[in-house]
């Protein structure tokens, strides 16, 4: 949406350059240019800024990319680029919720065995592994592309998917599988609010990872005020 409004806006006067991280295998479409992957540090992501005669940056990443936000904050000021950090709203939270908030993703492995046994796992490809040290648990594991190999956990399905997903769906998914725990980080979102949804429905727990910190400096929450952030550094 951003690239959308910032190409429309003032494509004829910048270039406009998206920066994936690359872990999707078929990531949506996108206007202006897009780069993939990463740039080998923060220096290297400071040369780059120089190099192209970056005038301002936006760090628009997921709220859990907290390395990214990190090079993304040192590399600008290295290469004195204006930097303004995007970062969705949080959900809110409803009377009817069950969340157990928790620190980190290795708290809520530690509690989940008292919570439940049958777990909906959605809380990426990368941060699996903390869960193996759960016995005895069944892990539902949504993934945006499946995995070409097997998952660093002991009795798991594996689905993939990308959002955004309907409620009953979530619900239909959540029954099928008899779901009593789901695990998820405070991401955030549209795409991904319908399974909180049905786990309140269902009367299901849900163990909700917060969010690491956000990075110093000016923050925003939608596409808007990003766009005026914009017409205010170039004008
Ligand atoms: N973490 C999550 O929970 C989560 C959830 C959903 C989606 N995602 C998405 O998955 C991707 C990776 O997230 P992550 O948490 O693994 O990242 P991360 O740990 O914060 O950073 C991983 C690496 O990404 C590279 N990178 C830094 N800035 C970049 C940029 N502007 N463009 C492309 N690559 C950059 C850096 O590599 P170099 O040192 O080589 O520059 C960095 O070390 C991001 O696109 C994020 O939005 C993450």
Redesign the pocket.
């Known amino acids: 949406m951003l690239a959308d409004r910032l190409v429309a806006e003032w494509g004829d006067r910048f270039d406009i350059v998206t ?5 999707t295998q078929a990531p949506g479409a996108t206007p202006g240019e897009v780069r993939v ?5 923060v220096a ?2 400071a040369r780059y800024l120089e190099d192209r005669r970056v005038c301002a940056l936006v760090d628009a ?2 709220p ?6 990190e ?2 904050r040192i590399a600008s000021a290295t290469a004195r680029v204006p930097r303004l950090a995007l970062v969705r709203p949080p959900w809110e939270r409803m009377p009817d919720d069950n969340w157990l908030m928790q620190p980190d993703l290795a708290s809520a492995a530690a509690v989940l065995p008292g919570i439940g046994r049958r777990v909906f796992l959605t809380v ?1 490809r ?2 699996l592994s903390v869960f193996a040290a759960c016995p005895g648990l069944w892990f539902l594991v949504r993934l945006i592309d499946m995995p070409d190999a097997a998952l660093p956990l002991s009795a798991y399905e594996v689905i993939s998917g990308r959002g955004p997903f309907a409620v009953a769906a979530e619900q239909r998914l959540m029954e099928e599988h008899k779901i009593d725990a789901l695990v998820c ?1 405070a ?1 955030g979102g549209e795409a991904t609010r319908a399974k909180l949804e049905a786990a309140r429905l269902l009367g299901i727990p849900v163990l909700m990872v917060e969010r690491p910190p956000v990075p110093d400096g000016p923050v925003v929450d939608n596409v808007d005020a990003v766009i005026d952030w914009f017409d205010e550094q170039v004008t």
């Open positions: 920066s994936l991280a690359g872990r992957g990463g740039f080998g540090g290297p992501m990443t997921h859990f990319a907290a390395q990214i936000s090079n993304a990426g990368t941060d980080k991401s």
